[in-house]
C-alpha cells in the first residue's frame, strides 16, 4: 500500500508492528525476483542472525535496470554535473547506463573477478563510480567503496581487511580548483596489499600516472575488448550486496555488510515513503537531488540503489557546494530543475555563513521537497533551509539512520507528518524505536529522554561486521541484550516525536563525516615525541562538531606551532584530512582517575568552554592537572 496520507501511514505503521513478515512481504513483492522467497524473516538478536526474505533469488541491478528498460528505456537514470560548471553536463538513460553497467561487467569479470570475490572502488564522483558500483552487483562481487578523502593507509586498511582481489580508481579527481592524484594514493596503499592483483584506471583528469604492467589496465581500453552483453549473477537474497567501512568507539573501522534482497527493498521503499517520490502527470519523473558523495553509506541507498530501483531519475555531482560560488547547489538545482533536494546541515551552515546574495536571482521554484541528514539540524539552520531555499512551501524531512541501518529509519513523511523543527518525528513503519535508561530498562512513556535502540529488525539492519561476527555482536547487540543499539541518546517529547541529541560513545560527527577518538588518537600517537593523547568533540558552528585534541609530547622545547603541524600531516597522512584536529592543547597530563581511565568529560566540558562545572574531580590521580589544562584552552 502507498501511504498518501497522514492516516495511510498510521495504518501502515500499526500493520508493520502487528504483522511485520506480511507488511515487507507487500512491500517486497513490488520488486523483481527470479523466485519468491520461502519465508520472510528469522531472527535472532542474540548471535545476531537476522535473514530476510530466505531462498528468494534476484539480482538487484535487475531490479534497479533491466526491469525499466520496457517503460523507462530513454527516461534519464542518472544526471551528471560536473565539478566545473563550464563543462557539460551529461545524461544517462536508464538504456545507456544498463549498456555501460553491462559492459564495465564484462571488464571485471575478464580481470577474474568472481562472484563473491571483494572490490575496492576508490573514485571521484562520476558516473564511473556509479557504474562500476553496479557492474559488481551484477555479477555478484562485493563492493568495498572507500571514500576518495581517506588516506592511502586508510585504503591499505580496508583493502587488507576484506581482503579485495581488484582496485577501481581513476588517474585523479577535481574537486573545487583543486586536482588531487587518486590512483598515486592507491599506489602508495598497494605497497602493502598483497590481495590485489589488478586496478582499472579510469582517465578524469590526466594527472600523471605511473601504470605497472601486468597489474594496472586502463578503464577507456579495457571497454574495447568486451561486449555490452553480461547476463546478471542469480544472487540470493542473504548474498552480500558491499561493505561499507564505518568507524566506531575503538580504532579499527569495521566493515558494514549489506545483503541483496533486504538492502533493495529497505533502500527503495525509504526512497518513495519518506520522499513520496511519485511519477507525475504524463509520466514526469520528479527529479532527485542527494548532495552526499557515493563514499558514504547516503550515496549508496540515495544516490545509487534507492532511487534506481525507484526507476528515478538522480542527479550526480562532482563539486563542492562552495565552488565556482557559494550558489553552486542552487545553480545544479535551477539548470536540472530539481524537484527534491537532500543534504547535509553542515553544508547548510555553510552556505547561510555567505549570505543570501548567492541564493538570491535562482531559480529554485522547481523544488518541492527538502531533506537533511548525518547529524542533528540545528532551529537556526532549519529555518534559513525552509525560508529561504524552500521559500516556506517545501517540507523539511529531517531523516535520521546509520552505515548500519541501510535507509532511513526516523522521519517525517514528506507532506504528511506534522513537522516539528529539530525532530526526526516518527519511526517509519516496520521501524519500532524504544528507549532505555543506563540499565537498559525501558523507558515508557512521553517527554522522556534515553538512549535509543530498536526492538524488531527491518530489512536493512545490518547483518554482520566483515570477517568479525563477534565484533558485530558486542558493539550493537550486547550493550543491551535482546536489542540493536544504536550509540545515539533520544528525547521523546510529549507528543512521541522523536528528536536525535546526537552520540552517547566516543564517536564524532565532523561535517557530517563519522570519526572515532580512538582512530584520531592512534593517529596522533603515531607521531614523534607524542607521549600519549585524548581526543574529545566540541560544538562547531559550521561542522557540528570539532576535534579537540590535548596531547602530551616528550618535545616541550620545539616550537609548538611547528609540532602542531607535523602532528596534523601525519593524521592526514594515518587517516585523512577529514579527521585533522581543529584545535590541539599541549598538555603535562591528563586528568586520570586511579585506575588510569582518562576522565572525558571533564576533557570535553573544557573544550566547550566550560570551566566551573566540573563535577566531581576528587577522585582524580592528580587534580591540579585540570587547573593547567583549564589554564592553556585554545
Ligand atoms: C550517525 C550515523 C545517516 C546517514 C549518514 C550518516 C547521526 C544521522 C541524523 C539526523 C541527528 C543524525 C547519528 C547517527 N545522524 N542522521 N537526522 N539527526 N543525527 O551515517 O556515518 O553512519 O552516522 O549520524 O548520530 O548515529 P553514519
Known amino acids: 500500500m502507498k501511504i ?33 522467497w520461502d519465508n520472510v524473516l528469522e531472527w535472532n538478536f542474540t548471535e545476531p542472525s537476522i535473514k530476510w526474505f530466505l531462498g528468494g533469488k534476484l539480482n538487484i541491478t535487475e531490479n534497479c535496470l533491466d526491469r525499466h528498460l520496457a517503460t523507462k528505456a530513454d527516461q534519464p537514470a542518472l544526471i551528471f554535473e560536473p565539478n566545473d560548471p563550464t563543462e557539460p553536463s551529461q545524461t544517462l538513460t536508464y538504456k545507456v ?13 575478464r580481470n577474474g573477478v568472481q562472484k563473491g570475490d571483494r572490490v575496492c572502488i576508490y573514485m571521484p564522483m562520476v558516473p564511473e563510480l556509479a557504474i562500476a558500483i553496479l557492474a559488481c552487483a551484477r555479477i555478484g562481487a562485493v563492493h568495498s567503496v572507500v571514500f576518495g578523502g581517506f588516506s592511502a593507509h586508510s585504503i591499505a586498511d580496508r583493502i587488507n581487511d576484506a581482503q579485495c582481489k581488484l582496485v577501481v580508481t581513476s588517474d585523479g579527481a577535481f574537486r573545487g580548483n583543486k586536482e588531487i592524484a587518486l590512483k598515486a594514493t592507491v599506489d602508495d596503499a598497494l605497497l602493502t596489499c598483497p590481495s590485489v592483483e589488478k586496478v582499472i584506471v579510469l582517465t578524469r583528469t590526466r594527472t600523471p600516472t605511473s601504470m605497472i604492467k601486468g597489474r594496472d589496465a586502463w578503464w577507456e581500453d579495457e571497454l574495447k575488448l568486451v561486449t555490452t552483453d553480461c547476463p546478471a549473477e542469480e544472487m540470493d537474497a542473504e548474498d552480500m550486496l558491499f561493505v561499507l567501512y564505518t568507524s566506531g568507539s575503538t580504532g579499527k573501522p569495521k566493515g558494514v555488510v549489506h545483503t541483496c534482497g533486504g538492502y533493495m527493498v529497505y533502500t527503495s521503499y525509504t526512497f518513495e515513503t519518506v520522499f513520496q517520490y511519485q511519477p507525475g502527470e504524463e509520466g514526469r519523473v520528479p527529479i532527485f537531488f542527494c548532495t552526499a558523495d557515493i563514499g558514504w553509506i547516503t550515496g549508496h541507498s540515495y544516490i545509487v540503489y534507492g532511487p534506481l530501483a525507484s526507476g528515478a531519475t538522480t542527479v550526480l555531482f562532482e563539486g563542492i557546494p562552495t565552488y565556482p560560488d557559494a550558489g553552486r547547489f542552487w545553480d545544479v538545482i535551477d539548470k536540472h530543475q530539481v524537484n527534491i533536494l537532500y543534504t547535509a546541515p553542515t553544508a547548510i551552515r555553510s552556505l547561510m555563513s555567505f549570505g543570501l546574495d548567492f541564493v538570491k536571482n535562482k531559480d529554485l521554484s522547481s523544488l518541492q521537497i527538502l531533506g537533511s541528514v548525518g547529524e542533528p539540524i540545528n532551529e537556526e539552520a532549519w529555518h534559513w533551509y525552509h525560508e529561504n531555499i524552500g521559500k516556506g512551501r517545501c517540507p523539511i524531512v529531517d531523516t535520521w539512520w546509520q552505515t548500519e541501518t541501510a535507509g532511513i529509519l526516523i522521519s517525517p513523511i514528506a507532506g504528511l507528518t506534522p513537522l516539528k523543527p529539530t525532530y526526526a518525528t516518527l519511526p517509519l513503519p516496520g521501524v519500532q524505536p524504544i528507549l532505555v535508561d543506563e540499565a537498559g530498562k525501558e523507558i515508557e512513556g512521553n517527554g522522556v529522554s534515553g538512549n535509543l535502540c530498536l526492538k524488531f529488525p527491518w530489512p536493512g539492519i545490518l547483518r554482520t561486521t566483515y570477517g568479525d561476527h563477534e565484533r558485530c555482536r558486542q558493539t550493537y547487540f550486547a550493550t543491551y541484550p535482546g536489542l540493536y543499539f544504536t550509540g545515539d541518546g533520544c528525547l521523546r517529547d510529549e507528543d512521541g516525536y522523536y528528536r536525535i541529541t546526537g552520540r552517547v560513545d566516543d564517536v564524532l560527527n565532523v561535517s557530517g563525516h563519522r570519526i572515532g577518538t580512538a582512530e584520531v588518537e592512534n593517529a596522533i600517537n603515531m607521531h614523534l615525541g607524542v607521549i600519549e593523547s585524548a581526543v574529545v568533540g566540541y560544538p562547531h558552528d559550521i561542522k557540528g562538531q570539532g576535534i579537540y585534541a590535548y596531547i602530551i609530547t616528550d618535545h616541550p622545547h620545539q616550537n609548538p606551532e611547528l609540532m602542531k603541524k607535523d602532528i ?7 587517516i585523512g584530512p577529514i579527521a585533522k584536529p581543529d584545535k590541539i592543547q599541549f598538555v603535562s597530563g591528563l586528568p586520570k582517575t586511579r585506575s588510569g581511565k582518562i576522565m572525558r568529560r571533564i576533557l570535553r566540558k573544557i573544550a566547550e568552554g566550560e570551566t566551573s562545572n566540573l563535577g566531581d574531580i576528587t577522585t582524580l590521580l592528580d587534580p591540579a592537572v585540570v587547573e593547567e589544562i583549564k589554564a592553556g584552552v585554545v
Open 4 to 36: 498518501r496520507s497522514f492516516d495511510d501511514y498510521q495504518q501502515a505503521y500499526q500493520q508493520s508492528v502487528t504483522d511485520p513478515e506480511g507488511f515487507w512481504a507487500g512491500v517486497a513483492d513490488t520488486f523483481l525476483w527470479r523466485k519468491r
Open 97 to 109: 547506463l544498463h549498456e555501460r553497467v553491462c559492459q564495465f561487467s564484462n571488464v571485471l569479470k
Open 568 to 574: 596534523l600531516a601525519t593524521v592526514a597522512r594515518m
